[in-house]
């Protein structure tokens, strides 16, 4: 087998969420380039990664894993540590293994955090977490940070998500890092099919996010308790169970939908809500494409997504009084739709995929990249 110009890396390809998206913007970013990865299950991730190039450690054997991922944490860091990459230049995606791949080339990473299980367990665990998933971080822990920070500092560059992360990179492994967004991937001129549980075309609010303890999705669930307004809830996770015996008989919960169900939430709803610590904030973009606003936590990435005033509001607390005010003052505003989607519109794959390339540029050097095999596969023109 040739060596490979590029290989895109990758954590797991288990399940579909942002940084999923990502990879495949950068599949199309760097055509042909193989993705290497820990775990790679086919059902429970973007149907597109079926007609790419999918390289898996030996872990991918054990079907539980694939389904279960996270139950692989004790051995993620010993399969990435032996797997070897050979490649002029590996761009690995990353938010806490994949930047453990040994590469015989150049290595760039594209951050969505540091861990957030190791350097930040209380608000990623919440208060749902299992005495035994405590446990196994705390005798880990102190090991898998020393490898943690060992595997960043064999990268040649860091590329960051969002300016909270870059701050998060520089406090936790001392590497000043660029800023590269992340892009949309919606066209909202696709087929929009209305998903089977919603009966009617009623207005409602919409939360997409992965229910996990850190999205504050009960503190939606709670706020809509007092409102006479639906919440539509999209997402799967293990706060699902908890979430549906909280929730009031206006909130609705949806998972494993099609991209045209995707598009008509989007496009019939009034506004997304987001209460999530999160790391960048893909939502409010998402919505943007059809010109709905956001109404979002006022922290981390939402701050770069979000134009205040003109494409969102924010509360300041995951709290569901903030959120219940938040999304009464917004039906209070005038909303420019034509304004929401062109700043969407700055959030592009082809956006994306240019800046990644002049960082990857300015960061390795002309001579890394501009002028070699590697760049001229790269990204597409």
């Known amino acids: ?12 390809l288990t399940q579909r969420g942002g940084a999923e998206k990502v990879v495949l913007a950068l599949a199309k970013g760097f055509p042909g380039a193989p993705i290497q990865t820990t775990l790679y299950e086919a059902a429970g991730t973007y149907p597109e990664f079926r007609d790419l190039d999918i390289r898996t450690t030996q872990l991918n054997r054990f079907g539980f894993l694939r389904r279960n991922h996270r139950f692989a944490l004790p051995f993620l860091a010993r399969s990435v540590s032996r797997t070897v990459i050979d490649a002029d230049l590996t761009v690995v995606s990353s938010s806490g293994w994949a930047h453990g791949f040994r590469t015989t080339g150049k290595k760039v990473v594209y951050c969505y955090s540091p861990a957030r299980w190791l350097y930040q367990q209380d608000v990623y665990l919440g208060d749902s977490a299992s005495l035994a998933q405590r446990l196994l971080i705390g005798v880990l822990g102190p090991w898998l940070r020393r490898w943690d920070r060992r595997q960043a500092r064999s990268a040649d560059a860091y590329i960051a998500i969002s300016t909270v992360v870059q701050q998060r990179i520089r406090d936790t492994y001392g590497i000043d890092a660029t800023v ?7 066209d909202a001129s696709g087929e929009q099919s209305r998903p089977s549980a919603i009966d009617d075309d009623g207005a409602f609010y919409l939360c997409i996010s992965r229910l996990l303890p850190y999205k504050n999705v009960d503190a939606v669930v709670d706020a809509f308790r ?13 706060e699902e169970e908890r979430l549906r015996s909280r929730a009031s008989a206006n909130v609705t919960f949806l998972k494993g939908l099609t991209d045209s169900e995707m598009r008509w939430l989007y496009a019939h709803c009034e506004a997304v809500v987001a209460a999530s610590y999160e790391d960048f904030g893909l939502t409010p973009i998402e919505a943007g494409v059809f010109g709905k606003p956001a109404i979002a936590l006022r922290w981390g990435g939402f701050l770069d997504t979000i134009s205040e005033g003109t494409t969102g509001t924010y509360f300041d607390a995951p709290l569901p009084e903030a959120i219940g005010e938040a999304i009464l003052a917004s039906r209070t505003r005038s909303w420019d739709p034509e304004a929401i989607r062109r700043h969407a519109a700055t959030f592009s794959e082809e956006n994306f995929l240019k800046k990644l390339r002049i960082a990857i540029d300015r960061a390795m050097g002309a001579e890394a990249t501009g002028g070699s095999r590697s760049a001229d596969h790269a990204v597409a023109r």
């Open 226 to 238: 007092e409102l006479d307004h639906r919440l539509v809830v999209v997402g799967a996770g293990p």
């Open 180 to 186: 590269v967004h992340a892009p949309h991937s919606y």
């Open 1 to 12: 087998m040739s060596r490979p110009p590029v290989v895109i890396a990758h954590d797991y």
